[in-house]
């Protein structure tokens, strides 16, 4: 049977819920835990890269708790890797632009750094041979919880089909089973600090 609208509300709900106590987990963590996490994720990263690095990768800047992408942005850049980053003070329309440097950087939305440079056209993304992308959760299938707005699931859908996406996550945000509606786009991996888990959609 198609899903309902009581079944959307229900699942909306679930999501709220999940939302709330990965978030309290992710802000009870100690700042040394979260550094030793986020440079085992670049591990991971550099290990499953290999050599040969893509050309473009698309990736975001982390706030908060989130596991953190400063350093991974850098690393990328310096390893000559043209990375786009959001523009999310362009509105609910996905834009992306490439990052120029910690110098090119200005508050956005919500205060979260993007690119001061001009957005790229609204195909730019097909150009990511790479994708990473926040959650809060996911789950060995694919589905990933992300903060709520829906700005991933419209972004991803001009992405290239053939780049995989890749969501940054604590080893304990990955679950058996993860609350997911029609419109989430599925993901094709998880970076853990423990090492990338591919996903069977």
């Not at 550094?35 to 698309?58: H, K, Q, Y």
């Not at 310096?78 to 910690?102: D, F, I, K, M, T």
């Not at 940054?168 to 786009?185: G, I, M, R, T, Y």
């Amino acid at each position: 049977m198609p899903p309902t609208t009581a079944d959307d509300a229900a699942l909306a709900r679930a999501k709220d819920v999940l939302r709330q106590a990965v978030q309290l987990r992710r802000e009870s963590r100690s700042a040394e835990q979260r550094t030793a996490d986020d440079e085992a994720r670049l591990a991971v990263l550099d290990a499953a890269l290999g050599a040969t690095l893509p050309r473009t990768v698309a990736a975001y800047l982390s706030t908060g708790a989130e596991p953190g992408t400063l350093q991974l942005v850098g690393w990328l850049a310096a390893h000559g890797v043209e990375v786009l980053l959001p523009v999310l003070s362009r509105g609910r329309a996905p834009a992306w632009a490439p990052y120029a440097g910690p110098d090119a950087l200005r508050p956005g939305r919500h205060g979260i750094l993007e690119p001061a440079g001009e957005p790229l056209p609204d195909d730019g993304l097909r150009a990511a041979e790479l994708v990473l992308c926040p959650g809060l959760a996911a789950n060995r299938r694919g589905d990933r919880l992300g903060r709520g707005g829906g700005w991933y699931d419209r972004a991803l859908a001009a992405a290239d089909p053939a780049a995989p996406v890749w969501v940054l996550l604590n080893a304990d945000e990955v679950f058996d089973a993860v609350p997911a509606q029609a419109w989430d786009v599925p993901v094709d991996g998880l970076v853990t600090p423990q090492g990338l888990l591919p996903c069977a959609r």
